[in-house]
């Protein structure tokens, strides 16, 4: 990681990332057609997730909402890990509901209802499997 300094003091990290091809070339695509440039996208991206996070993260008492996952179908053992998990977590599980994208992709919609605490753990195991391409929770307060 290399510093350079910006204007009134603030500095520039620089860093490399590993990414699959096909998302970066859809990456460049569409901050193309939008014109902006990657490093911009990057950091809009990066602010998004900190928001989700730390919104996730600073709610307490009991939650009522759903998470959205969508994921790598070919991934093999990942269906089963998730369904594994939630069975873990079914004290604050609802129901889920499950939708074919195309023959790659999957959606699974997961109800949920309870402790801030329990769903931010659901949130961090169901993030941290492997084929898991996108995570999304809508909370409300329970």
Known sequence: MTFRPLMRGATISRVSISLPSDLLQEFDQLISEIQYDRSKAIQAAMRL?????????????SLLGAIA??????????????????????????????IHLDEAN?????????????????????MAQRGVRQLRPAMVRG
């Open 49 to 61: 997730f900190l928001t989700e996070q730390k919104d996730l993260r600073q709610r307490k008492g």
């Open 69 to 98: 996952v969508t994921y790598d179908h070919d991934v093999r053992g990942l269906e089963k890990r998730l369904t594994d998990i939630q069975h873990r977590f079914s004290t604050i599980v609802r129901g889920a509901m499950h």
């Open 106 to 126: 999957c959606l699974q919609i997961i109800a949920v209802k309870g402790s801030a605490r329990h769903v931010r753990r659901l949130v961090q195991e169901l």
